[in-house]
């Protein structure tokens, strides 16, 4: 007679797990299952979960009891592992397999994950990281509650985090707050603008999954002070949870500069540790997802690491201005119901210098209100306005198609004419309106 089937820490290093025949260490996640004999008598049986869910493929660890007991990183982990079953058992091969993530207290080791290392590798270098358990401490220095690390990379997830396939991912520093870098502490930031707390609470409200992304390289630079650096960074991004009063996770790839190190953005290690590990298997819709950044490779930007880390992705990319000085209700949809002249430029004309229809679209466009300023692949080229007057002639021309795309408020150029005459194709041009 078959009794209940629950989830605890283990107590003890005594049990054996009947699936595998391996023992099952003191405090690590296990699954009991009890086994009702004649009488008044039970029994009951330690698995590991990672066993019990192969055998027990209608296994649904969110159900048994116990389950919200447990941290929140085992909870996830024993959703991505549920997920991670399910997919093997889909693919007799085996090949799309994912182990179990690291959250799962006293999970084996991940099998290799591929992370690409950013926009400054070629494509075919790879970096691969092999998952682990997480630390409440990041090199020797203590995190607060909820806090923990794993590799070069510290993390929080509240615990009113849930899982969504919409995700608004944000830089901090420039664009949630203004911290002046001669401050140091937990209090020694401010809102970049008022309207933070609303639009990160109306994304929310909207069934988005609040994200930041965010390098921060004193916490290594620091060697001595490491402490003091994690707790200023955390202390800041406390302070704005609170304010906001909406849940976030974070992760802070702590990381030098020029180290090649795979989760310093615009590498994209962070964000493949939220997709593989961080958000219960589900899968990220990229297309309803956005990220904010200000590092954008303006002039006025140290560098374009923002721009890059979301163009690797396939993320679409705004700025923290665009986003947040919008007062709509959703400024993802602040360009509904206005009317551009969108004009299609004929090569010939363009490469000619003379002149033409690029007069015609400067004025259509600047008669409405907006001034222009040119979105390359490498980032922002200046100056701003695109048609601005050099010695008679124009510069920054753009031809062929004009496609307006309101949910980035961004008009797309599929090439861009340089007035030498030359036709420079390029991967991503856009033409913003400020």
Same mark, same amino acid.
């Not at 003191?26 to 029994?43: L, Q, S």
């Not at 961080?278 to 950044?293: C, H, L, P, Q, T």
């Not at 753009?398 to 949910?407: A, G, H, V």
């Given at each position: 007679?078959?009794?209940?089937v629950?989830?605890e820490?283990?107590k003890s290093?005594r049990?054996v797990?009947? $699936?595998?025949g391996?023992?099952i260490p *003191?405090d690590i996640?296990?699954v /009991? %299952?009890?086994?009702? @004999?004649a009488g008044?008598?039970?029994?009951?049986r330690w698995?590991?979960?990672?066993c019990?869910?192969?055998n027990?493929?209608e296994?649904?660890?969110?159900?048994?009891?116990?389950f919200?007991?447990?941290?929140t990183?085992?909870?996830?982990?024993?959703?991505? $592992?549920?997920v991670?079953?399910?997919? *093997?058992?889909s693919?007799k091969? /085996? %090949?799309?397999?994912v @182990?179990?993530a690291a959250?799962i207290?006293?999970?084996?080791v991940s099998?290799v994950?591929s992370?690409?290392?950013?926009?400054?590798?070629?494509p075919s270098?790879?970096?691969?990281?092999?998952?682990?358990?997480?630390?409440i401490l990041?090199k020797?220095a203590? $995190?607060?509650?909820?806090w923990?690390?794993?590799?070069s990379v510290?993390?929080y997830?509240g615990?009113?985090v849930?899982?969504?396939?919409?995700?608004?991912?944000f830089d901090f520093d420039?664009?949630l707050?203004?911290?002046?870098v001669?401050?140091?502490?937990a209090?020694?930031?401010?809102l970049l603008y008022?309207?933070?707390p609303e639009?990160?609470?109306?994304f929310h409200?909207?069934?988005?999954k609040?994200v930041i992304?965010?390098n921060?390289?004193?916490?290594d630079r620091?060697?001595?002070?490491?402490?003091?650096a994690i707790?200023s960074?955390?202390?800041r991004?406390?302070?704005?949870?609170?304010l906001?009063k909406?849940?976030?996770?974070?992760?802070i790839?702590c990381?030098k500069?020029?180290?090649?190190?795979?989760f310093r953005k615009?590498s994209?290690?962070m964000?493949?540790?939220?997709e593989?590990?961080?958000?219960a298997?589900?899968i990220i819709d990229?297309?309803?997802?956005f990220?904010?950044?200000d590092a954008?490779?303006r002039k006025?930007?140290?560098?374009?690491?923002d721009?890059?880390?979301?163009?690797?992705l396939g993320?679409?990319f705004l700025?923290?201005?665009?986003?947040?000085t919008?007062t709509t209700?959703?400024?993802?949809?602040s360009?509904?119901?206005?009317?551009?002249?969108?004009?299609?430029l004929?090569?010939s004309?363009?490469?000619?210098?003379?002149?033409?229809?690029?007069?015609n679209?400067?004025e259509?466009?600047?008669?409405q209100?907006?001034?222009?300023?040119?979105f390359?692949q490498?980032g922002y080229?200046?100056?701003s306005?695109?048609?601005?007057?050099?010695?008679?002639?124009?510069?920054?021309?753009?031809s062929?198609?004009?496609?307006f795309?309101?949910?980035?408020?961004q008009?797309q150029?599929?090439?861009?004419v340089i007035y030498?005459?030359?036709?420079v194709?390029?991967?991503t041009v856009?033409?913003?309106?400020?």
């Amino acid at each position: 007679m078959e009794g209940r089937v629950f989830i605890e820490l283990s107590k003890s290093a005594r049990a054996v797990c009947p $699936l595998c025949g391996h023992t099952i260490p *003191k405090d690590i996640v296990r699954v /009991g %299952k009890e086994t009702m @004999a004649a009488g008044p008598f039970r029994t009951t049986r330690w698995h590991h979960p990672w066993c019990y869910a192969e055998n027990f493929p209608e296994t649904d660890f969110t159900k048994m009891d116990g389950f919200v007991a447990l941290k929140t990183t085992d909870q996830t982990g024993l959703q991505n $592992l549920k997920v991670s079953v399910d997919s *093997k058992n889909s693919d007799k091969s /085996g %090949k799309n397999f994912v @182990a179990p993530a690291a959250g799962i207290s006293g999970s084996p080791v991940s099998k290799v994950t591929s992370v690409t290392e950013g926009p400054t590798s070629s494509p075919s270098e790879i970096k691969r990281f092999e998952s682990s358990e997480t630390s409440i401490l990041y090199k020797g220095a203590r $995190l607060p509650v909820g806090w923990k690390s794993y590799s070069s990379v510290i993390i929080y997830e509240g615990d009113n985090v849930r899982p969504s396939e919409k995700i608004a991912a944000f830089d901090f520093d420039g664009t949630l707050v203004d911290t002046n870098v001669a401050r140091h502490g937990a209090d020694a930031w401010k809102l970049l603008y008022r309207s933070v707390p609303e639009k990160l609470a109306f994304f929310h409200h909207e069934g988005y999954k609040l994200v930041i992304f965010s390098n921060e390289s004193n916490i290594d630079r620091w060697s001595n002070k490491r402490q003091a650096a994690i707790d200023s960074k955390l202390g800041r991004l406390k302070g704005l949870m609170e304010l906001a009063k909406v849940p976030m996770q974070v992760f802070i790839a702590c990381g030098k500069s020029n180290t090649n190190d795979i989760f310093r953005k615009p590498s994209t290690g962070m964000w493949h540790l939220l997709e593989q590990h961080f958000n219960a298997g589900r899968i990220i819709d990229k297309e309803r997802s956005f990220y904010v950044g200000d590092a954008a490779g303006r002039k006025k930007d140290h560098s374009a690491a923002d721009f890059e880390f979301a163009k690797t992705l396939g993320l679409k990319f705004l700025l923290p201005e665009n986003v947040f000085t919008i007062t709509t209700p959703n400024p993802l949809d602040s360009t509904q119901g206005r009317s551009f002249r969108l004009l299609r430029l004929s090569e010939s004309v363009a490469s000619s210098g003379s002149g033409g229809d690029d007069a015609n679209l400067e004025e259509s466009v600047e008669a409405q209100g907006y001034s222009l300023s040119l979105f390359c692949q490498g980032g922002y080229e200046e100056p701003s306005p695109l048609f601005k007057q050099n010695g008679g002639s124009r510069t920054g021309k753009c031809s062929l198609e004009l496609k307006f795309d309101w949910i980035q408020s961004q008009i797309q150029i599929e090439t861009l004419v340089i007035y030498t005459g030359a036709v420079v194709p390029v991967k991503t041009v856009l033409l913003l309106l400020e």
